[in-house]
Nanobody, 117 residues
């Protein structure tokens, strides 16, 4: 059974930091590309960051470059999203996504991040 379980979301003040985690099971995590997406109220879901099976990473949201970092720990089957200097516009539900070598795509249930004073 495939599972992607996100954690680490919450309420944080502007300028604060959060680290999201996504624990994976039920598929070959080390061979899979992992991504974080987010969806703000009333907006379309957008790709935030991706890390390949070999560890190369991209931050796909221009406003997040220099503030967000994606990383993975294959020994723990976990992918992380470190978010610094958070802004109110970062408020969204953040979801973990896995894409396997064989093209299967899996999603987590999401974790809420709210940036507000």
């Amino acid at each position: 059974q495939v599972q992607l379980v996100e954690s680490g979301g919450g309420l944080v003040q502007p300028g604060g930091s959060l680290r999201l985690s996504c624990a994976a099971s039920g598929f070959r995590f080390a061979d899979s590309a992992m991504s974080w997406y987010r969806q703000a109220p009333g907006k379309e879901r957008e790709l935030v960051a991706t890390i390949s099976s070999t560890g190369s990473s991209t931050i796909d949201v221009t406003s997040a470059k220099g503030r967000f970092t994606i990383s993975r720990d294959n020994a723990k089957n976990t992918v992380y999203l470190q978010m610094l200097s958070l802004k109110p516009e970062d408020t969204a539900v953040y979801s973990c996504n896995a894409r396997t070598l064989w093209g299967f795509v899996y999603w987590g249930q999401g974790t809420q991040v709210t940036v507000s004073s």
